[in-house]
């Protein structure tokens, strides 16, 4: 079965870093293409970063260039999200993404966590 586990969200204060960790199943991790979502309250699920597999370049939306950085670790199953200058406005639940083609809308992922809260603060 396989699966994506999110951790390390939090309340911090605008101008903070944060880093959410995603936990994937080996046959993801080593496979496929994976980024992050986020989606705040009465908004729609958006696209934050993505990582391809094997170049493992990384793409970020116009508002997270920047300040966030996307990574993966296939020894350890791991892609990690390292958010730095966080602002009110990135205030969301992150989800944390898999897709068997390409991560760019909603619709194209395959495999989602569960979520986890980032809240920012001023």
């Known amino acids: 079965q396989e699966h994506l586990v999110e951790s390390g969200g939090g309340l911090v204060q605008a101008g903070d870093s944060l880093r959410l960790t995603c936990t994937a199943s080996?046959?993801?991790?080593?496979?496929?293409?994976m980024g992050w979502f986020r989606q705040a309250p009465g908004k729609e699920r958006e696209f934050v970063a993505r990582?391809?597999?094997?170049?493992?370049?990384?793409e970020y939306a116009d508002s997270v260039k920047g300040r966030f950085i996307i990574s993966r670790a296939s020894a350890e199953n791991t892609v990690t999200l390292q958010m730095n200058s966080l602002k009110p406005e990135d205030t969301a639940v992150y989800y944390c993404?898999?897709?068997?083609?390409?991560?760019?809308?909603?619709?194209?992922?395959?495999?989602w966590g569960q979520g986890t809260q980032v809240t920012v603060s001023l």
């Open positions: 990582i391809r597999w094997g170049q493992n370049t990384a």
């Open positions: 080996a046959r993801i991790i080593s496979g496929y293409p």
């Open positions: 993404a898999a897709a068997k083609f390409e991560i760019g809308s909603p619709s194209q992922i395959d495999w």
